[in-house]
């Protein structure tokens, strides 16, 4: 029998115009970004709770604490390649995984299959093993006004020993 591990991670930044809005290493054409201590990309931090989670670690904050001033401005894709080098080390490999992000504008029906191109390259994975949806909060809470974008990932890790 495989030793098979889910995990869940969640996400939330505040948006402020004139930043750059990163959604999983894809950089989005929008007048508002992510106000945050690395580049913001909400999706890659759920992904990566959701990763720590599987395999019994603490969270993103605990690997990679916003009070150091080495994570300042960094790409999320580097956290994410750290974070894989982790779960590799507990012999995990992902099977698959499955996101939502919640956003009212931009819409980003346009960018969710470059989002899942660029995951899939990143993890190593085949597209079809990466579910992307995007999603608004129709025009309720902090979401649906603009004012902030979440993301919601789950993931499928598997014991290779």
Do not use: W
Not at 36 to 54: E, K, M, N
Not at 103 to 108: C, D, M, S, V
Not at 111 to 116: E, P, T
């Amino acid at each position: 029998m495989s030793d098979l591990r889910i995990g869940l991670g969640t996400d939330l930044h505040r948006l402020e115009a004139n930043l750059p809005l990163v959604i999983g290493g894809v950089g989005i054409p929008s007048p508002v970004g992510c106000q945050a201590h690395s580049d913001g990309d909400v999706l890659i931090h759920a992904l990566i709770d959701a990763l720590f989670g599987a395999c019994g670690q603490s969270d993103i904050g605990d690997h990679f604490p916003p009070s150091d001033p080495q994570y300042k401005g960094i790409s999320s894709l580097i956290l994410l390649q750290r974070c894989l080098e982790i779960i590799r080390t507990e012999d995990f490999s992902i099977v698959n995984i499955d996101c939502v992000i919640s956003l009212e504008q931009p819409k980003l029906f346009p960018h969710k299959q470059a989002i899942r191109e660029n995951l899939a390259q990143h993890l190593g994975l085949g597209i079809d093993r990466i579910g992307v949806k995007a999603k608004t909060n129709e025009a309720t809470d902090a979401i649906g006004q603009n004012l902030a974008i979440g993301a919601q990932v789950i993931v499928l890790l598997q014991k290779n020993s």
